[in-house]
């Protein structure tokens, strides 16, 4: 089955640029999801990219996709302290309808 | 607002008590999923649901089962709690479509096994 790595810890300062990464193993995965859980909740959709895509820009998200390599990364422009919280990458073959979470990454933002 | 519900926050069970985890979307979903979490293994999928009275085994279904009576209702079931059940249960829900959607999640519950 699909497996999703991702590493456990960012730190990064205050107004810094924070890059997430991702890899899968399931080429056949066609939609790959960012989530984000902040303390006490549940996880809330981030952005997403189809497998057809290499990129896709939403406000301070970049999502960058290289499916040669199986690569998957989220970077936030200028990191502010309310983006402190826990990023999962997931991945989803076409039709299976089920997303493979990774292990999740805490981000920490410093001033 | 979209919505999923989880009944309970915060849950105290003994070891060896049946214990019910109650989830409800009002969404009209056809998939509901059951995750548990835990720090440094991520989300791991214990069950889910296409249809209602239809579940499949997800990667860790030991000592789990689920009911879905009702389309919009989703139960996880702990047959006989054990501490190793001590763990946050995310609930989910997602719609079936031609091109895949979002996953909309509960706050989640607690549960400590004692």
């Known amino acids: 089955g699909e497996d999703v790595e991702q590493s456990l810890f960012l730190s990064v300062r205050e107004g810094d640029s924070s890059v997430i990464n991702c890899t899968y193993t399931?080429?056949?995965?066609?939609?790959l999801y960012w989530y984000k859980q902040e303390p006490g909740a549940g996880l809330q959709l981030l952005t997403y990219i189809f497998s057809n895509m290499d990129m896709k820009q939403d406000q301070r998200l970049t999502v960058l996709l290289n499916k040669k390599d199986k690569h998957l990364s989220l970077r936030i422009a200028d990191t502010q302290t309310g983006d402190s919280a826990i990023y999962f990458c997931a991945a989803e073959s076409g039709g299976s309808y089920i997303p493979t979470f990774g292990r999740g990454t805490s981000l920490i933002v410093h001033p | 607002d979209v919505k999923v519900t989880q009944s309970s926050r915060y849950l105290v069970k003994r070891t060896g008590e049946k214990v019910f985890l109650e989830c409800v979307q009002d969404?009209?979903?056809?998939?509901m999923f059951w995750y548990r979490q835990d720090p440094g293994l991520g989300l791991r999928l214990i069950y889910f649901?296409?249809?209602?009275?239809?579940?499949e085994k997800g990667d860790i279904p030991e000592g789990y089962s689920v009911s879905r009576e009702k389309k919009e209702r989703f139960s996880l079931i702990l047959e006989s709690a054990s501490t190793n059940q001590t763990s946050m249960y995310l609930c989910?829900?997602?719609?079936?479509?031609?091109?895949?959607?979002?996953?909309?999640f509960g706050q989640g519950t607690r549960l400590t096994v004692v």
């Open positions: 399931d080429s056949s995965s066609t939609y």
């Open positions: 989910a829900s997602k719609t079936l479509g031609s091109v895949s959607t979002e996953a909309f």
């Open positions: 969404m009209d979903h056809e998939n």
């Open positions: 649901s296409y249809d209602v009275k239809m579940k």
